[in-house]
């Protein structure tokens, strides 16, 4: 990592800074969301500082506590009666216009490959098409949510195909990282993600992408019934 240049930290700082301002309007200026976003950013990037995500050669893998408790919470917001009041209350066009960050996402996972820390299988020149989630997005969110010109069972279809895209990512990107139950791109693995800024990839960026789409899905299966 010491070769990687600033400016491909930096941008990433800068995209994960915007993600977390659009969850932040999204959500209504939800306090108990941005609070949590929050701590598991400071957490995860003073871990990372300590190179504590490093060593995941022991079951459970350490790389796991960047996920695993925004899992939890998920499925607490959505199986609980406050939860799903605060799932329907998010502003999804806002969030549709937050998902344009993926475009941004995918040129700095292309860098980190081309600077050897990240298996090309994760990039938009691998298996990776989730840029198109982030260039479809803003008209998602225009036409879509703002001018309502788009049909529920359309804005599902498109949520559930991207949801399905970035899931792809993150499973390639699970297994590719050295620990017990690496899988894939043994050759050159998924490290970038053990480093601050990056390991805000798994633990902030994804987990807000995904609790989108999944508040979108379960709105618009509500909306069809």
Known sequence: METLPNYVGLLFIAITTVTIALFYKATNKNKVAIAYVLVMAIFTGVMSSQDFFLDNYNLPPRFILLIAPTIVVMIITFLTKKGKAFIDSIDLE?????????????????????HGVLPESMTFEGRNFDILSGLTAPLVAYFGYRQRKMSNGALLAWNVICLGLVLQVVITGILSVPSPIQQLSFEQPNIAVLYFPFVWLPA??????????????????????
């Open 204 to 225: 902030i960026v994804v987990p807000v992408v995904i609790f989108g789409h999944l508040a979108a899905i379960r709105r618009a299966i509500l909306k069809i019934q």
């Open 94 to 114: 806002m969030y549709g216009y937050l998902h344009s960050v993926r475009v941004a996402v995918e040129i700095v996972l292309l860098w980190l490959f081309l």
